[in-house]
């Protein structure tokens, strides 16, 4: 199973554990369901093949089950115990194959559309070394999503070891951006995180559930306390109203760079920021096609399909038609409900072309185009990187830094920012830096806005292929 010493100590307790594993690991659970959640979030393809390291009993293998459909699903982890007790409550289904292996050095075969893993990589010597192994597992544009324990995780246990003069056993974890830094090369990463609070009688109840799930070891190179020492510490920490113990979890989403896309979504940082006119732009320098799913507010004007076919100088076979066409001036959910249509986003499939395809969206991230459906779920359904619309003037770093949060924190890749208006250094400069993105271009404003204005601006942006290269 390993020759490491301490992995296999670490295997034995969480396999001795594992019986009654879920009657003490009420944070791995929340843990393993917010992590679910995001995973449930990101563009996967079709039945993806998922790796799942350190399954424990089954807590995120069976929140994933839930959330993300069918797929082909690798569980493994470090203890024989834990993938039995997983492969059981289970069912031991169709889809899923069981393997005994240490994550941190996994000898298998990708590629993998996802791997997933919830509270296992804190206890790995190499974190950074880990995530480099999973990411050359991924497949072109794969995904790994992780929960760990960070920083904070049990300050109130190594305080009052502190105030003693003592050093606790639990382990030193990584700050939030000390696990930004642990992202592999070739892809993009983010973390986010939170912190849990779990209730304790008292420091015995949580030393007890540490028991419990297998995590009582302590540190490497550390020894555990004296009796008379820990007695002290659980002194220290005795409150009338009980113990509060910090679970400070960080959850990471990474992608790998993929295959050259398809083409780009076409967002902004509010309606009336030039979408059309960007779109219309990028149709032009990319020699791309043109398609607008959602159209609304055809009762004041003819759309804006037309008008980047007028602008772009399109033929017919580049441009394709809208699936709603809708004649209120009112976000895609409203204007659908006042005519009586229902607007189905899991049938809107993103057109045949042999070129780029540049796809429009309404307003921005957070409009709404069914009662649970926004954009930006739309821009994960189609799985294309984003170009992002921003005006130039004053405003735009926070409502671009707002967008850019938004889509990072759900696994979306961002192709770049384009600014619309009087050109602004200072407002540039600070997107670049403070958003880690690329300003594709600036476009001034144009004295007219006709084919000729919308080819000199073209001009300003880079080619597809060095955006995508």
């Known amino acids: 199973m390993t020759a490491d010493p301490r992995k296999a100590a670490i295997a034995a307790a969480f396999g001795k554990a594992a019986p009654r594993y879920e009657e003490h690991a009420a944070v791995q659970r929340i843990a393993a369901e917010r992590l679910a959640e995001r995973v449930a979030r990101l563009p996967l393809p079709p039945r993806p093949r998922v790796l799942e390291i350190g399954c424990g009993t089954g ?78 597992l991924l497949a072109p544009g794969g995904r790994i999503a992780v929960a760990t324990l960070a920083a904070d995780s049990f300050q109130e246990w190594r305080e009052a070891h502190r105030a003693l003069g003592l050093e606790a056993g639990v382990p030193t974890y990584p700050t939030r951006h000390a696990l930004d830094r642990l ?42 306390l004296s009796p008379g020492a820990l007695r002290r510490v659980l002194r220290r920490l005795e409150r009338p109203e009980g113990l509060t113990m910090t679970h400070h979890i960080a959850y990471g989403l990474f ?36 398609w607008k799913p959602l159209q609304t507010g055809l009762k004041d004007e003819p759309g804006d399909t037309p008008t980047v076919t007028a602008l772009a100088d399109l033929p017919p076979e580049r441009v394709h ?9 009112l976000s895609p959910h409203a204007a659908a409900e006042l005519e009586g249509v229902a607007i189905a986003p899991g049938a809107l499939a993103l057109p045949d072309t042999g070129r780029p395809l540049v796809v429009e969206g309404a307003g921005g991230l957070m ?4 009662e649970d459906v926004f954009i930006i779920d739309l821009i994960a359904r189609f799985g294309l990187p984003v170009v992002l619309v921003a005006r130039s003037t004053l405003g735009t770093i926070n409502h671009t830094l707002l967008s850019l949060e938004a889509l990072r924190a759900r696994g979306l890749a961002v192709a770049g920012v384009v600014l619309n208006g009087p050109p602004n250094p200072g407002n540039r400069a600070a997107i670049e830096r403070f958003g880690k993105v690329r300003v594709l271009a600036e476009i001034p404003t144009l004295p007219r806005l006709d084919a000729e204005t919308v080819a000199e601006a073209a001009a300003l942006l880079p080619s597809f292929d060095s955006v995508f290269p």
Not at 367 to 370: C, G, R, Y
């Open 183 to 224: 992202w592999p090369a070739g892809g993009e990463g983010l973390v986010e995180e939170e912190r849990l609070l779990r209730r304790h009688a008292n420091g015995l109840d949580f030393l007890a559930e540490l028991k419990g799930i297998g995590a009582h070891l302590p540190a490497e190179g550390r020894r555990p």
């Open 321 to 329: 038609t809208p699936a709603y066409a809708l004649a209120e001036p």
């Open 59 to 136: 807590f995120l293998s069976r929140a994933l089950h839930e959330r993300i459909g069918p797929a082909d699903w690798l569980l493994t982890d470090l203890s024989p115990d834990m993938l039995e007790r997983c492969r059981a409550t289970l069912g031991d289904p169709d889809d899923s194959a069981f393997r005994i292996m240490d994550g941190e050095q996994p000898d298998l075969d990708g590629p993998f559309d996802l791997i997933v893993s919830s509270l296992a990589l804190q206890w790995f010597h190499a974190p950074a070394a880990a995530l480099a192994r999973w990411a050359g």
């Open 255 to 290: 992608r790998k760079d993929g295959a050259q896309p398809r083409g780009v979504f076409v967002t902004g940082t509010d309606t009336g920021v030039g979408k059309t006119l960007v779109s219309a732009c990028l149709a032009w320098a990319w020699d791309a096609a043109y």
């Open 367 to 370: 409009v709404p185009v069914t």
